[in-house]
């Protein structure tokens, strides 16, 4: 039978998927359903779908069903690569409120990613604010060779992108937040496999950054760094894809938290389905997905320069201390405990805030504009 993952409908029909996934999908509808807020991330419902759908046991079963019963009796399923939900709540939020504030004291921000293609034609240096793209390899032939997820599994690129951002910072004077993340590309098989391994996917790391410097980066310094960030990417182990950097001009704080938003959002796990259907290669999909193997520590954010908290240039807003309900009310109500802990009330702000922010509706994440 020809099931359509991205459409709940047909997953709900008699015998399209297992029992206990039908009604662990249901439940999640039921959430999704009654909220506006949810509705309103994109592509949430087709992610939710493709998890439900998968076919891959093992421990892989125990994240699908968490992620599904998310928010269910108030409980979060604490895995922000899928679910918007913790994205939001664990990523996006707080990072917002860290650096959102240092836009006034770093007007000079950028929105980067440092990325890969295999293409060549497709491969340079984006600077959106001006009309041309730099292209130098487009008269290559291009590569062949598509890496697989055991390579991305050791997550070699992953520390050394995260390495490079950090070295990128300082050269530039600023600072830089940053997020790595995973880029799944499926292509049809080929008779007589000149790729190597499971050439039919590759399983690509790229970089989010918000990077930060003491003035302008001027379009040639630019170039400087795109040259450079090839040169590194040519001394990468498994380097098999061409060098990519976009780059945009942060304009105002506004713009600064739609690119944390944007930087730190869930796995776009519909997107990859898409390619791998594309392929023909969506039997490919779940195992693919199923191996990356994403607790890995090497794609936690990073931060460095004046936005590390570690930092004694650090412009950022310090994330809460972890106090408890009773300490919080005994420092509202009781001037006297209140005096004995000066240093609580930015915290407490903090807390307070995020507790109106919850209790309100209509939450999303913020976007770049298209
Ligand atoms: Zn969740």
Avoid at 31 to 56: H, I, P, Q, T
Avoid at 236 to 242: G, N
Avoid at 289 to 298: K, Q, R, V
Wanted: glycine share 8%; net charge positive.
């Amino acid at each position: 039978m020809d099931l359509d993952r991205t459409d709940h409908r047909s997953l709900l029909l008699p015998g399209a998927m297992p029992l206990q996934r039908q009604i662990a999908l249901k439940s999640w509808l039921k959430r999704y359903w009654a909220s506006a807020w949810m509705r309103d991330e994109k592509g949430w419902l087709e992610n939710a779908c493709l998890l439900a759908s998968s076919r891959v046991d093992g421990p892989w079963e125990k994240q699908v069903l968490r992620t599904l019963y998310c928010g269910s009796k108030g409980r979060l399923c604490g895995l922000p690569d899928f679910c918007n939900r913790d994205a939001l709540d664990r990523r996006v939020e707080p990072a917002q409120r860290e650096f959102g504030p240092a836009f006034d004291r770093a007007p000079h921000s950028y929105a980067l990613v440092l990325a890969s293609e295999l293409d060549p034609r497709k491969a340079g240096l984006w600077l959106e604010w001006l009309r041309e793209p730099w292209l130098p390899f487009a008269g290559e032939r291009g590569l062949d060779l598509l890496t697989d997820p055991i390579q991305f599994n050791d997550y070699q690129q992953a520390e050394l992108l995260g390495d490079f951002v950090r070295d990128l910072a300082g050269v530039v004077g600023g600072g830089a937040f940053c997020r790595i993340e995973p880029d799944l590309l499926f292509r049809r098989s080929e008779p007589g496999g000149s790729m190597r391994g499971h050439g039919d996917h590759a399983a690509l790391v790229h970089a989010n950054v918000l990077l930060n410097a003491p003035g302008p980066i001027e379009p040639r310094t630019w170039r400087t760094i795109f040259r450079w960030y090839a040169q590194f990417w040519a001394r990468l182990p498994y380097c098999q894809s061409y060098p990519d950097l976009w780059v945009d001009q942060i304009g105002d704080r506004a713009g600064l938290e739609t690119w944390l938003g944007y930087s730190l959002k869930p796995w776009e796990l519909h997107k990859w389905f898409l390619r791998a259907r594309r392929a023909g290669r969506e039997d490919a999909f779940d195992l693919v997905l199923a191996n990356l193997d994403y607790h890995h520590d090497e794609l936690r954010t990073r931060a460095c320069g004046n936005l590390s908290a570690l930092s004694g240039e650090y412009i950022g807003r310090r994330k809460p201390m972890r106090l408890s309900n009773k300490e919080i009310n005994q420092w509202l109500n009781d001037p006297a405990f209140a005096a004995l802990h000066p240093d609580w009330e930015d915290s407490i702000i903090q807390i307070l805030e995020k507790r109106k922010a919850r209790r309100g509706r209509g939450r999303k994440v913020l976007r770049p504009a298209a």
